[in-house]
């Protein structure tokens, strides 16, 4: 029993394979803006490197957003097209979970541009509120220092971190959510849509 995961909708492109509770497999490697040229080679090649046949593959769990709006709908289409083909269940996670990793108390960043960031809180594990998009000043003004940065840290002129989030997937495993209908699943974003058309 292994499930595919896979992550787009970042600067990161993320591939995992999972077994029972363990990462067997994975790829990340950062190729902002160009995940729609690389993903099915590097797929191809993560499957091959450890033997694994795509008939092996019972499950898929994706990111769902927030994220670039192309970025976003890479991996959710391949995971779509693989679950109706194959008739796999399709989970998704939160990409703002994904990037808080293995952290208890922590602020999510990513970048939204225009003087934005993606941003969720989680204590012990939890979120602390909905996951939205605010202005970096905002967030700069309201920082807790007993929170860890996690993401996109730049934005608030901290150092860059890069985690494991192959094992990032693994360990959200309880919070993935199951879609119950593969062809009404979509991405979901925090700024409206015309936003993206100007620079995503």
Known sequence: MITLCMDTSHRFLTLALLKEDRV????????FKRQSETVLE???????NHHVDKKEISAVCV??????????RIAMTIAKVMCARWKLPLYT????????????????????RGGRAYRAIYRQGVLQQPEAAETIE???????????IMGDCSLLGMEEKEEDYALSFLLHRNHWRHEENVHTCVPEYLKENSAYLVKS
């Open 138 to 148: 905002s967030l700069r003004q309201s920082l807790d220092p007993s929170l860890e």
């Open 42 to 48: 590097e797929l191809d090649q993560l499957l091959k």
């Open 63 to 72: 990111t769902r957003g927030p994220g670039s709006y192309t970025g976003v």
């Open 24 to 31: 067997v497999g994975a790829v990340q490697k950062e190729c």
């Open 93 to 112: 996670l939160s990409t703002l979970e994904l990037f808080a990793c293995d952290q208890k108390d922590c602020l999510v960043l990513l970048d939204a």
